[in-house]
């Protein structure tokens, strides 16, 4: 077991585990945050996708090593995160969720997506989702999430 501190949704944190072990590991079977989802399990999908630092990044491609240190926010994080909360009543509010399997990845990347691009168009918004599969929702209402949240 080793240790690891950094910050987790704006509060510090020590956890032990295993040297090996990926922050989609840590935060679903250490610390019991099962809002970040496994589904692919190498970096194909976007249903880990966490914020690192503000940059969405893949949580099962990230081992502790590399988190270190870190400033570290999931989609429980973003429930109290103005631009978070404003997405996640977006998708809400357009329907943009089935089985909800990746929303917890959509959110946390459209999120640090509208960050960056405030204004985005349906173009660049399509561009960005390429990293964020969904089986359910045929994208459609989901890129209508995202341009209704950067309405605010
Ligand atoms: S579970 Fe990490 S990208 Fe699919
Ligand atoms: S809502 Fe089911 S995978 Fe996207």
């Known amino acids: ?48 996708t966490v914020l690192i630092n503000g940059k969405a990044v893949n949580a099962c491609l990230m081992i502790m090593e590399q988190v270190e240190g870190s400033d570290v926010t999931t989609i429980e994080g973003l429930a109290t995160d103005p631009l978070g909360s404003v997405v996640v009543r977006a998708f809400e509010k357009e329907g943009a969720i089935q089985c909800g399997y990746c929303t917890p990845g959509m959110i946390v990347s459209s999120t640090a997506f509208l960050s960056r691009n405030s204004k985005p168009n349906i173009e660049e918004t399509k561009e960005f989702l390429r990293g964020n599969l969904c089986r359910c929702t045929g994208y459609s209402k989901i890129v209508k999430a995202v341009i209704e949240a950067s309405r605010g």
Do not use: H, I, Q, W
């Open 1 to 48: 077991m080793r240790k690891y501190s950094f910050t987790l949704n704006n509060e510090p944190v020590v956890v032990k585990a295993p040297p090996a072990y990926t922050l989609l590991e840590v935060l679903r079977n250490v610390l019991n945050l099962t809002g970040t989802k496994d589904g692919c399990g190498k970096g194909e999908c976007g249903a880990c």
